[in-house]
């Protein structure tokens, strides 16, 4: 059973970084994607990125192209989001998710994902 835990999240203000780790333990996330999503209260889920399987392609949702990536080490099988240049309606609950691939596509829809981890809040305010 793959679980998955984020960790990184806090206060920030506005134009600093953060970097919020999404660990896996019980299954090697080789042959997973891993999305990012997130949620501001009153509003609707929103993926805000993902990366698929080693070697496979990444993407970025609008609101946050050019501030943020999603590096993965495999190695320590864990995937990152760097958030850079951070705004404050960047804040929300941040998950991650993960689901099985075959292909080197990773998908932007939620209903896609398997499994969630818990979340974590980043608040960024001056």
């Known amino acids: 059973q793959l679980q998955l835990v984020e960790s990184g999240g806090g206060l920030v203000q506005p134009g600093g970084s953060l970097r919020l780790s999404c660990e896996a333990s019980?299954?090697?996330?080789?042959?997973?994607?891993i999305g990012w999503f997130r949620q501001a209260p009153g509003k609707e889920r929103e993926g805000i990125s993902c990366i698929s399987r080693i070697g496979g392609s990444t993407n970025y949702a609008d609101s946050v192209k050019g501030r943020f990536t999603i590096p993965r080490d495999n190695a320590k099988n864990m995937v990152y989001l760097q958030m850079n240049s951070l705004k404050p309606e960047d804040t929300a609950i941040y998950y991650c998710?993960?689901?099985?691939?075959?292909?080197?596509?990773?998908?932007?829809?939620?209903?896609?994902?398997?499994?969630w981890g818990q979340g974590t809040q980043v608040t960024v305010s001056s």
């Open positions: 019980g299954i090697t996330l080789d042959y997973y994607a």
């Open positions: 998710a993960a689901y099985r691939v075959t292909s080197y596509y990773c998908s932007a829809n939620a209903n896609a994902y398997v499994y």
